[in-house]
């Protein structure tokens, strides 16, 4: 059975960095594309980061060179390291991977940015 369960979040300041998880079970995490997407109220869900099976990664502009994406094979996990966090990046950040037809989340974990 597949399962993501992030974690992580939290309450930072502007400026500041959270590194969010995502344990996975129920496949390995090397050998599928994983993302992550994240949610504010009122708005649609976006994508944040992408790492594929090969390791390549896809950032929007929105998040480049503030975002990171990795993962710890020996681990089954994928992380998002946040820097330079900003008041906008505040919304529910979410693990997500996908096998064919079918998609897999997470319940996700809150991050919000705040003075």
């Known amino acids: 059975q597949v399962q993501l369960v992030e974690s992580g979040g939290g309450l930072v300041q502007p400026g500041g960095s959270l590194r969010l998880s995502c344990a996975a079970s129920?496949?390995?995490?090397?050998?599928?594309?994983m993302s992550w997407h994240r949610q504010a109220p009122g708005k649609e869900r976006e994508l944040v980061a992408l790492?594929?099976?090969?390791?390549?990664?896809i950032y929007p502009d929105s998040v480049k060179g503030r975002f990171i994406i990795s993962r710890d094979n020996a681990k089954n996990t994928v992380y998002l390291q946040l820097n330079s966090l900003k008041p906008d990046d505040t919304a529910v950040y979410y693990c997500?991977?996908?096998?064919?037809?079918?998609?897999?989340w997470g319940l996700g974990t809150q991050v919000t940015v705040s003075s």
């Open positions: 790492i594929r099976a090969n390791g390549g990664t």
């Open positions: 129920g496949f390995t995490v090397s050998r599928n594309a």
């Open positions: 997500n991977s996908w096998f064919g037809s079918t998609t897999y």
